[in-house]
């Protein structure tokens, strides 16, 4: 293997996948409440998970599943949007991607969370095969948390879908069960 590929599969941080992007929600993007529509929260967290995803890989990426997301406070016509996304663990072809949605108080800048979610994506060729990842090498304490939860989820939810046997899962059978 030449060394510009082992140089790309060396594991990276974190951190280098940070991306952050701000936006103001404008009048066309909310519903009969004025309030942001969940599509347009979708899009913007995917957007902003995409990125992440192809900081990390440094390889074109398409969204494999949206795995979870939570609306729980809803976004008002006018308020500032920060969507933050990170990967928080690499398999082989693909990575998982957490972001965190905030919004701003107008009058005091205080940020308050709004939404979350988890994406997964994965990394494919000019053609558009899965290819390899680099690892992650987590480096802060609620990385490490996610890191370390990553792969209980995406256990979880490949016997959801059928592509896993629940007692082939390691890592949730180690949360139920004493050897």
């Given at each position: 293997?030449?060394?510009?590929?082992?140089?790309?599969?060396?594991?990276?941080?974190?951190?280098?996948?940070?991306?952050i992007?701000?936006?103001l929600v404008?009048?066309?993007?909310?519903?009969?409440?004025?309030?942001?529509?969940?599509?347009?929260?979708?899009?913007?967290?995917?957007?902003?998970?995409?990125?992440?995803?192809?900081?990390?890989?440094?390889?074109?990426?398409?969204?494999?599943?949206?795995?979870?997301?939570?609306?729980?406070?809803?976004?008002?016509?006018?308020?500032v949007?920060?969507?933050?996304?990170?990967?928080?663990?690499?398999f082989?072809?693909?990575?998982?991607?957490?972001?965190?949605?905030?919004?701003?108080?107008?009058?005091?800048?205080?940020?308050?969370?709004?939404?979350?979610?988890?994406?997964?994506?994965?990394?494919?060729?000019?053609?558009?095969?899965p290819?390899?990842?680099?690892?992650?090498?987590?480096?802060?304490?609620?990385?490490?948390e996610?890191?370390?939860?990553?792969?209980?989820?995406?256990?979880?939810?490949?016997?959801?879908?059928?592509k896993?046997?629940?007692?082939?899962?390691?890592?949730?059978?180690?949360?139920?069960?004493?050897?």
């Open positions: 293997m030449d060394t510009e590929i082992l140089k790309y599969m060396e594991p990276k941080p974190a951190s280098e996948s940070l991306t992007m701000t936006d404008l009048p066309q993007e909310t519903n009969p409440l004025n309030n942001l529509f969940g599509g347009e929260l979708l899009a913007r967290m995917d957007r902003a998970c995409s990125i992440a995803a192809r900081r990390h890989s440094r390889r074109i990426v398409v969204t494999a599943s949206v795995n979870n997301v939570a609306f729980t406070k809803s976004i008002p016509l006018g308020s949007v920060t969507v933050e996304a990170k990967v928080t663990r690499a082989k072809t693909s990575m998982e991607v957490i972001c965190d949605v905030w919004i701003e108080d107008r009058e005091s800048g205080e940020k308050t969370k709004a939404n979350e979610g988890i994406y997964t994506f994965v990394a494919v060729s000019e053609m558009g095969s290819i390899g990842v680099p690892l992650l090498k987590p480096e802060t304490k609620l990385e490490k996610r890191y370390d939860g990553a792969l209980r989820r995406k256990q979880l939810s490949l016997i959801l879908s059928g896993m046997k629940p007692e082939d899962a390691t890592e949730l059978k180690a949360l139920f069960m004493k050897e």
